[in-house]
């Protein structure tokens, strides 16, 4: 009894002395909690530790299969899950990658394959950026800037070199959307290119594909049709002499939802314009929920099969909300999404 006592005295005291502490102090005595807490349930080392370990055991594993079975079916497999798994723990271990480095150099040198290959070179561009020292100049403003140069320069080399490699549909994708930012034409066309020799039926391939049907369009007569969500038939060209706006969302998408907002409020103050939706829900129950909800009275497209639709598939819309402008005359004016639609827009109420 009397040890109950004196826990509840001592708790009171504390109690008191927490209430009549500064505010600062007592928020101070929060946070060195906080900081107990985490040094008792998550020591980092210890996290380190726990990550590194199956890592290690995958190598040992990896490394008794390649011993035992030298040709064995699976050993481009083994190979490529060697080499990736070096690479997390050199990441791991304070970007300690000479492990990776050196086995990277082994199979350059004497490659059991051209999978092998591939793997060696690809992972010897990694080791060569993450060993590379870091730019200390300020960042450009370029549409560029984002862009690391030294892996695009490494990039090209590998497509160039090994074109049929199973990395070579990224980093042709990279190199696209680098060479777009920087408004080359040439090098667009010329990845395109390269890739449909490569890579005829792959889906990177055909995302290129739709890339540069958008850029070839601008400036041209841009044709939409197809049945409305409430069954009437839907053709743009009625819509001559008026500037339109094609708006590519979903009730699903919170950006979609945002901008189409957005869009029936600017509409509202430029009776000139006109806007048909083109939705990417599952379903139009879903669609016309949305609808209600955003207070769009717009004509919609829907086929209801999202992202596989016949628009999505044929502009390669990857994110939505996409814009697409029109003008008068029918012709497209350009592309936009979340934010420079508003350009697109101001551009088509000029002429």
């Known amino acids: 009894m009397f040890g109950v006592i004196a826990m509840s005295s001592a708790a009171t005291a504390q109690s008191r002395s927490a209430a009549t502490a500064p505010p600062d102090e007592a928020f101070w005595r929060e946070v060195v909690a906080a900081n107990l807490a985490l040094r008792e349930t998550a020591p980092y080392q210890e996290d380190v530790d726990a990550v590194l370990a199956p890592r290690r055991r995958l190598l040992e594993k990896i490394k008794l299969y390649l011993t035992a079975y030298p040709g064995g079916p699976r050993r481009d497999d083994a190979i490529r899950l060697e080499l990736k798994a070096l690479f997390e723990i050199g990441a791991l271990t304070q970007g300690d990658f000479s492990t990776l480095a050196a086995r990277v150099r082994t199979y350059l040198e004497n490659p059991p394959s051209p999978s092998a290959l591939h793997e060696a070179a690809y992972w010897r561009i990694r080791c060569d950026i993450v060993s590379a020292p870091v730019a200390t100049s300020q960042p450009s403003s370029t549409p560029a800037a984002r862009y690391d140069a030294r892996l ?200």
Request: charged share 25%; glycine share 8%; hydrophobic share 40%.
């Open 152 to 351: 695009l320069d490494g990039y090209r080399r590998y497509v160039a070199e090994y074109p049929t490699s199973r990395h070579s549909p990224r980093m042709a994708l990279e190199l696209y959307q680098a060479a777009s930012a920087l408004g080359d034409e040439a090098a667009l066309r010329r990845i395109t290119a390269n890739l449909e020799r490569a890579f005829p039926e792959h889906l990177t391939t055909k995302t290129l594909q739709a890339l540069e049907r958008r850029r070839a369009a601008v400036g041209k007569s841009f044709p939409l049709n197809g049945q409305l969500a409430d069954g009437k038939p839907f053709d743009i060209s009625d819509w001559r002499g008026a500037p339109v706006l094609v708006v590519v969302w979903a009730g699903f998408s919170e950006n979609g939802r945002r901008c189409a907002s957005a869009i029936e409020m600017y509409r509202s103050t430029h009776p000139a314009f006109r806007v048909i939706g083109v939705n990417l829900d599952s379903s139009q129950t879903r669609m016309e929920a949305a609808c209600k909800e955003l207070g769009l009275d717009w004509p919609q497209l829907h086929d209801g099969l999202g992202w596989a639709g016949e628009f999505a598939r044929t502009w390669s819309v990857r994110e939505i909300p996409l814009v697409v402008a029109i003008d008068r005359a029918g012709r497209l004016i350009g592309w936009g999404g979340m934010v420079d639609w508003r350009d697109l827009a101001t551009q088509l109420a000029k002429n």
